[in-house]
């Protein structure tokens, strides 16, 4: 599926996924922990700046974030639930290989199972663009996909999907090379009930700018 078609695969399921999502449970709960790792940084002055990436209807993870937070999701219809879920923040439609937004504007960015709706060979192009747009010492907290796998799910919410990553380990390399120290992985429940490791990061002081020089 290319990206046009996800687009549209997500606009067709977008009100199933969430209704069928738990907005509460042990993932939604992470966002406590990044929250609290940000309370004490002097690099932030009041709320912290914070982009929810694949942001959907909003209820997991945006409605969790400060207000005036901004989500950010390739699917129209998904942004037009999260508007009635999440009235103060700030809704942006867009892809996360190229965030619309300059350089070192946010103080988190929050990633929650939407990298691998992207090509695994273009993953590096989007831990690069959320290094792009964290400030030094930002946080990053985001889905690990831990298979190795490409293919599109037919029947899945009831459309179908496209899915695709190298691999944890490998991630987590693509991670390093984008700039991001201090990863940890921790593993808790998803939205549909499953378990599912994440993982927390810091941006270092040096970011590597050319995607292709990365792992």
Same mark, same amino acid.
């Given at each position: 599926m290319d990206r046009n078609e996800v687009r +549209? /695969?997500?606009d067709e399921v977008a009100e199933t996924y969430a209704a069928r999502r738990d907005p509460d449970g042990s993932d939604a709960a992470l966002i406590d922990d990044l929250l609290a790792s940000l309370a004490g940084d002097p690099a932030v002055d009041g709320d912290p700046r914070v982009l929810d990436v694949g942001c959907g209807d909003g209820a997991r993870t945006l409605a969790n974030l400060p207000p005036g937070s901004v989500g950010l999701d390739v699917s129209r219809r998904g942004l037009d639930l999260a508007r009635e879920t999440v009235s103060a923040a700030r809704l942006v439609h867009g892809e996360l290989t190229a965030l619309p937004f300059g350089d070192d504007r946010f103080d988190a960015v929050t990633a929650y199972h939407a990298v691998?709706?992207?090509e695994r060979e273009r993953h590096p192009e989007a831990y690069a663009e959320f290094a792009r747009v964290l400030r030094p010492g930002g946080? *990053? *907290?985001m889905t690990l996909p831990g298979g190795r796998f490409e293919t599109v799910r037919r029947g899945w919410? &009831? &459309?179908r999907m496209f899915f695709s990553a190298p691999g944890g380990d490998r991630t987590l390399d693509q *991670? +390093? /090379?984008a700039g991001f120290t201090d990863v940890e992985t921790t593993t808790a429940i998803d939205p549909l009930g499953s378990s599912t490791e994440f993982v927390f990061a810091t941006l270092g002081g040096d970011r590597t700018d050319d995607p292709q020089s990365r792992p």
């Open positions: +549209r /695969a997500w691998f709706h992207v946080r *990053l *907290l919410m &009831g &459309g *991670l +390093r /090379a």
